[in-house]
């Protein structure tokens, strides 16, 4: 069973850029926190960004502030991170996470994935 569908992922020039969206066709996202993560192979699933439940609280890791923006309309059961500036380190697949803590930056502190998006920024 499908839960989050990611896309909006592909090939961007650098300086370049893309929103990626998250879709939750059959359920809400209800009042939990919402991320982003990417992995490159060989590492980590790292944080990208996280929002709370209304959109009012929003928190980035360091390497993508200023440059990304998450978002998300509960109405549409989908969220977005709009990149901008991107540069061939954020090339990575990028995966949505649903059912978070509020401030959450651990993939463990999300219950629900998507099965993500590939994002290719060539050198």
């Known amino acids: 069973q499908v839960q989050l569908v990611e896309s909006g992922g592909g090939l961007m020039q650098a300086g370049g850029s893309l929103r990626l969206s998250c879709s939750r066709p059959?359920?809400?996202?209800?009042?939990?926190?919402t991320g982003w993560f990417r992995q490159v192979p060989g590492k980590e699933r790292e944080f990208v960004a996280g929002?709370?439940?209304?959109?009012?609280?929003?928190w980035y890791a360091d390497f993508v502030k200023g440059r990304f923006t998450i978002s998300r309309d509960n109405t549409k059961r989908t969220m977005y991170l709009q990149m901008t500036a991107l540069k061939p380190e954020d090339t990575a697949v990028y995966y949505c996470a649903a059912d978070g803590y509020e401030g959450g930056r651990s993939s463990s502190d999300f219950a629900s994935w998507g099965q993500g998006t590939q994002v290719t920024v060539p050198s």
């Open positions: 059959e359920r809400t996202f209800s009042t939990y926190a």
């Open positions: 929002i709370n439940w209304t959109g009012s609280n929003r």
